[in-house]
């Protein structure tokens, strides 16, 4: 029996399957999970990276409007300061207002005077034109 069997391999190859070994495929089996697990890895860290990157856009975004808005104030402030010196040079201090009233208060007394006197004026003038005319009236009876 044992010549039929050598007979009937002749006319075939016969290759010898190696065994796999544990040591072998233990290695085959960490490297095919190290590559799914840290591939997986790769995925969610860019997923964490796109939504960061994204955050910090936003975040730049709201800061860029933010400051535009602090800078707009910042203009209506100054224009407001520049506005408020033009105005404090322009208007009258305390010792101009004083000095003003003095001159007004002087002018005001001068002008009394001056009415008194025109007063005393028509008074006088009045009193001769009642004498004129006692001297008419008394002239005229007689």
Do not use: C
């Not at 300061?81 to 007394?109: G, T």
């Amino acid at each position: 029996m044992a010549e039929t069997t050598s007979e009937s391999n002749v006319g075939t190859v016969v290759t010898q399957k190696k065994p796999i070994g544990g040591f072998r495929g233990g290695i085959v089996g960490f490297l095919f999970g190290f590559s799914l697990a840290s591939s997986f890895a790769a995925y969610h860290l860019l997923e964490e990276y796109q939504k960061a990157s994204a955050a910090l856009h936003e975040s730049v975004e709201e800061l860029k409007l933010s400051t535009e808005k602090v800078s707009a104030h910042v203009r209506r402030i100054e224009a407001v300061e520049k506005d408020l010196k033009a105005l404090s040079d322009a208007s009258a201090s305390k010792d101009d207002i004083s000095r003003f009233r003095a001159e007004v208060k002087k002018l005001y007394d001068g002008l009394n005077v001056d009415f008194l006197d025109l007063r005393s004026h028509v008074w006088g003038i009045q009193q001769d034109v009642h004498k004129l005319a006692k001297k008419d009236s008394t002239s005229v009876r007689i």
